[in-house]
């Protein structure tokens, strides 16, 4: 089986922020794919989770290291997966990704209720354990 291998080399800052942008959602709908084998799906939904979520490994408000997650960590965790996945799904799912953020935003935004679902789950048990208990 033949592993994608980017078009990462010799691409300055901005250009990796470009591809990141289609990379992420490519790597989200091959999420999906039966062909995609099971340790990059674990990868690809550790990755997908990581750039969803509100929270960062490194708290943005420190200064200098705060966005070391973002501008190391993240495309780390995207280029591993991708790295994974099969050359064939990957090359489909990124032309699959390039019409998903057409006119600004998701075709398919409500790919986003889960996650909102979960940080709230994590917001109430954390008010329910700090909030004094009522009779």
Do not use: H
């Not at 075709?107 to 996650?115: D, G, L, N, T, V």
């Amino acid at each position: 089986m033949k592993r994608y291998k980017g078009k990462n080399t010799g691409m300055d800052l901005k250009a990796r922020a470009k591809q990141l942008k289609t990379d992420l959602p490519a790597v989200f709908l091959a999420l999906k794919r039966k062909e995609t084998p099971w340790t990059a799906k674990v990868l690809a939904a550790l990755t997908i989770g990581y750039a969803l979520s509100p929270i960062d490994l490194i708290p943005d408000f420190i200064p200098v290291l705060g966005y070391l997650d973002d501008l190391i960590l993240l495309p780390a965790l995207v280029a591993l997966t991708i790295r994974l996945i099969p050359a064939e799904v990957m090359a489909a799912c990124r032309v699959e990704a390039e019409g998903l953020w057409k006119d600004g935003k998701p075709k398919r935004w409500y790919y986003a209720i889960p996650i909102v679902l979960f940080w709230l789950l994590i917001l109430f048990l954390i008010a329910r354990a700090i909030l004094p208990k009522q009779i």
